[in-house]
């Protein structure tokens, strides 16, 4: 428990970073990347899904906290496994959705 605030406070300030824009630098991959590969990138699909699963990782955080079992490891288990799940499906759609056609 001791650790779930920070991070979901953190992951807060991630996800409203990058949806104003300003957060760019925080995506993995796209800082690097080079010119010809962010133009082919639509950056505000991109922000809009590692924004969205920054706060969703952050919302699904403080269920445990809410519900008094930040404690309990299988609701951790739980959790992390959905947001595995969500990541896998960002990563997904950032590799498809997010690419300029």
Do not use: H
């Amino acid at each position: 428990m001791n650790t779930l605030i920070p991070v979901s406070c953190l992951l807060l300030v991630t996800g409203g970073l990058i949806l104003s824009g300003k957060g760019d630098f925080l995506i993995a991959g796209y800082n690097t990347a080079k010119a010809e590969e962010k133009q082919k990138t639509n950056i505000k699909r991109l922000r809009a899904l590692v924004g969205g699963i920054s706060f969703l990782s952050a919302v699904l955080l403080w269920i445990p906290i809410l519900l008094g079992k930040a404690d309990d490891i299988k609701t951790q288990l739980a959790i992390s496994l959905i947001i595995m799940a969500a990541c896998i499906i960002v990563v997904v759609l950032a590799n498809t959705w997010a690419r300029k056609k």
